[in-house]
């Protein structure tokens, strides 16, 4: 079966999904305003992770977008 998809290029172009921005969350009362963030990033058309995970020290956010090669990060504090 690959080899027949392959010879009928049925296999999609590879795409880089690296993102090129992390947004980061500083707890859950500010989750709203890294998706707005987010979002405006993304309307640019610029390649932007969210993360999801509210409860998450901001450590483990920085250590995820290292592991990832993602090379900027905004975060979205109470300040």
Avoid: C, H
């Avoid at 690296?18 to 390649?47: D, H, P």
């Amino acid at each position: 079966v690959i080899e027949a998809m392959t010879e009928q290029s049925l296999f999609p172009a590879e795409v880089d999904a690296t993102a090129q921005v992390l947004v980061t969350v500083f707890g859950l009362q500010q989750a709203s305003v890294s998706l707005e963030i987010a979002t405006m990033i993304r309307n640019y058309g610029i390649k932007t992770e969210l993360w999801l995970d509210a409860e998450s020290k901001m450590e483990k956010q920085l250590k995820y977008a290292n592991q990832k090669t993602i090379p900027f990060v905004i975060i979205a504090g109470p300040n």
